[in-house]
């Protein structure tokens, strides 16, 4: 049973304008949310993080919202370049080091 | 600049074989892990270990198992393969879980099982 879930497999968004990715997870006792990207033969490298006793967090382009009522959490990017293109993954951290992700995203941006 | 390496980027064993992964870290991490990635699975936790010596299993251990004698090194190991481990293979390193609680990764390894 997946507790970290991202429903859409892929995502097309047009240079310039905002992508936006989903993740909902199940499992209250997370406490630490992270995005990474992956570009096609790397490993992930890290994007953006977010703590629970936090709504909203911003880096430049990239902007992650929590609701942690609702077990959803989303990464905005803004303006999406086509350098933005690759497999995005959702993550997130209960007790200790150990991180359970999300089946990821592969974003698109067409110039 | 943490730098993961790992031995091989793409590598084809027959069912039986036995089969070693090598992954190295020059940031002296104590924390580092054994993940494999699928289409639509993301990344899944096979062992991870929080010192020179120590492990312990993730969610999908079965059919593996790890070594870690040095710091910087942490081995994963296919005792015999099988056509179901065909998979990418990354290992990642981190400090003690703190606020960021970032891992890094080495480039991955395919792994093919024929």
């Known amino acids: 049973d997946q507790q970290v879930k991202q429903n859409s497999p892929s995502l097309s968004v047009q240079e310039g304008r905002i992508s936006i990715l989903n993740c909902d997870y199940t499992?209250?006792?997370?406490?630490?949310f992270l995005w990474y990207k992956k570009y096609p033969a790397e490993g992930p490298t890290f994007l953006i993080s977010i703590s629970s006793i936090k709504d909203k967090n911003e880096d430049g382009r990239f902007t992650v919202f929590l609701n942690k009522s609702a077990k959803h959490l989303s990464l905005h990017i803004v303006p999406s370049q086509p350098g933005d293109s690759a497999v995005y993954f959702c993550a997130a951290r209960a007790a200790g080091n150990k991180l359970t992700f999300g089946g990821g995203t592969r974003v698109l941006v067409k110039p | 600049d943490v730098k993961v390496t790992q031995s091989s980027r793409y590598l084809v064993k027959r069912t039986g074989e036995k089969v070693f992964l090598e992954c190295v870290q020059d940031?002296?991490?104590?924390?580092m892990f054994w993940y494999r990635q699928d289409p639509g699975l993301g990344l899944r936790l096979i062992y991870f270990?929080?010192?020179?010596?120590?492990?312990e299993k993730g969610d999908i251990p079965e059919g593996y198992s790890v070594s870690r004698e040095k710091k910087e090194r942490f081995s994963l190991i296919l005792e015999s393969a099988s056509t179901n481990q065909t998979s990418m293979y990354l290992c990642?390193?981190?400090?003690?879980?703190?606020?960021?609680?970032?891992?890094?990764f080495g480039p991955g390894t395919r792994l093919t099982v024929l």
């Open positions: 499992n209250s006792m997370f406490d630490y």
């Open positions: 940031m002296d991490h104590e924390n």
């Open positions: 270990s929080y010192d020179v010596k120590m492990k």
């Open positions: 990642a390193s981190s400090l003690p879980a703190q606020g960021s609680d970032t891992q890094y």
